[in-house]
C-alpha cells in the first residue's frame, strides 16, 4: 500500500491516504457494529436497533477522528497547517470520546430500567434500582461532560501556559464560586446523598406542599412531582433531605383508606357494618385485609361513622373510598332512610293575655 501511494502525483498523495485512512476507519466501524450486534443478543432486554441507535453515530465519527488523527505524520503538511490539525484534532477527539462514553452510559441505563420493572404489583425493589441508577447516571454524565471540557481545554496552549496562574490563584476563585453556586451546589450534593439515602424513589406517592401526588423524575438538583391533576410540580431535592413530607409507599404500597358518614343517633349502626362488609367483598380495589366500621364521634343531632378499609396502592385506595361512600349512601337512602340526619327542635308556643 505505502508503495502504491508512493507512485502518486505529489498533490495526490495526502489525499490518498486520507482516502485509505477513511476506509479503514469505516471497516473497523463496521466491525466493531457487528461486535455489538453479538453482544446485544446475548443480553436480554436491549434491542440492535436501540444499541445501533445510541452508538452508531458516535463510536463512527471517533474512529474516523483517530484514524485521521494517525495518519497526520504521513501527509506531510507543513508546520503551521500540522499545528492546526493537532488544534483541532485536540478539540474534536476529546468531544467524540465524551459522546461516545455518555452513550455507552446511557445504554447501560436504559438496560437497568428494562429489568427494573415498575408496573409490576410489588415494585418496591425495582423503584428502589430504578431511582438509583436513574440519580447515578446523571452524576456519570456530568463527570463525563466535565472531564471532557477539561481536556478540550488543556488543548488550546494558551489555556496550559496559564494554568500555573489558574492553580495559584483557584483558592479565591473556589471560594467567590463557592458563594456564588452555593444554591445549586447544595442541590447537587443533596441530590448525591439522596442515591443512597433514598428517602423518595420513583413512582413513589408523596404528599409535600399540600399537593397529592407521584415521583415523576429524580434529577441532580430537583425532584419532579406528577400531580393527581397532571400537574408537575417541581421541589429542589434538598427539600426532601432538610424538610418534612409524606412519603405513602416508603415501605409497601399497601395503605388505609378512610370514609366518614354523618348518620342519625338512632340508625342501625351493625347494619351498616354488615352493609360494608358487602360492598367491600364484592369490589376489585379491595385487597382483603382490613374493613371496618366505627363511630368514631358524636353530637346532639348525629354519629360519625368512620369505614376503614384497605387497598394495594393509594391509587386503588382513592378509587375505594369513593365507591365505599357512594355505595353506603345509596343503601341508606334506599334502604334505611331514617338513618338520615334529621334536625330536632323544640317550638315554644307563647301564649299572650288578650284581655
Request: proline letters at 4%; one cysteine or more.
Amino acid at each position: 500500500m505505502p508503495s502504491i501511494v508512493a507512485e502518486l502525483p505529489q498533490w495526490l498523495q495526502p489525499l490518498a491516504v486520507i482516502a485509505i485512512a477513511l476506509i479503514v476507519a469505516l471497516a473497523a466501524h463496521r466491525l466493531l457494529l457487528l461486535v455489538l450486534r453479538r453482544v446485544t443478543d446475548r443480553v436480554s432486554g436491549l434491542s440492535e436497533a436501540h444499541v445501533a441507535q445510541r452508538l452508531g453515530q458516535p463510536s463512527k465519527w471517533l474512529t474516523i477522528a483517530i484514524a485521521l488523527s494517525a495518519v497526520q505524520p504521513a501527509l506531510g503538511l507543513e508546520q503551521n497547517v500540522t499545528g492546526l490539525w493537532r488544534q483541532v484534532a485536540g478539540l474534536v477527539v476529546p468531544a467524540l470520546i465524551g459522546w461516545f462514553v455518555v452513550a455507552v452510559i446511557g445504554i447501560g441505563f436504559t438496560l437497568l430500567e428494562i429489568r427494573a420493572d415498575i408496573t409490576v404489583a410489588d415494585n418496591l425493589a425495582a423503584r428502589r434500582r430504578r431511582t438509583r441508577a436513574s440519580i447515578l447516571h446523571r452524576i456519570a454524565v456530568f463527570i463525563v461532560l466535565l472531564a471532557t471540557f477539561c481536556m478540550m481545554l488543556m488543548s488550546i496552549p494558551a489555556v496550559r501556559s496559564i494554568g500555573v496562574t489558574l492553580i495559584a490563584s483557584a483558592g479565591l476563585a473556589g471560594l467567590a464560586v463557592g458563594a456564588a453556586a452555593q444554591p445549586a451546589l447544595k442541590n447537587l450534593i443533596a441530590g448525591i446523598q439522596m442515591a443512597f439515602t433514598e428517602p423518595i424513589r420513583i413512582d413513589d406517592v408523596v404528599i409535600i406542599d399540600g399537593e397529592w401526588g407521584r415521583i415523576e423524575e429524580i434529577r441532580l438538583t430537583f425532584v419532579v412531582v406528577k400531580i393527581w391533576d397532571e400537574r408537575r410540580l417541581v421541589v429542589p431535592v434538598s427539600k426532601f433531605l432538610e424538610g418534612s413530607f409524606q412519603n405513602w409507599t416508603r415501605q409497601t404500597s399497601q395503605l388505609l383508606g378512610t370514609a366518614f358518614l354523618h348518620v342519625d343517633p338512632t340508625a342501625d349502626v351493625p347494619r351498616l357494618r354488615a352493609k360494608l362488609a358487602e360492598v367491600v367483598k364484592g369490589n376489585p380495589n379491595w385487597d382483603g385485609r382490613v374493613a371496618g366500621l366505627q363511630v368514631t364521634d358524636t353530637s346532639p343531632d348525629h354519629l360519625e361513622l368512620r369505614a376503614l378499609v384497605s387497598a394495594a396502592d393509594a391509587g386503588k385506595a382513592f378509587d375505594l373510598r369513593c365507591e365505599v361512600r357512594e355505595a353506603m349512601i345509596a343503601f341508606i337512602r334506599d334502604e334505611m332512610p331514617e338513618a338520615f340526619v334529621r334536625r330536632r327542635g323544640q317550638i315554644a308556643l307563647l301564649q299572650q293575655d288578650v284581655g
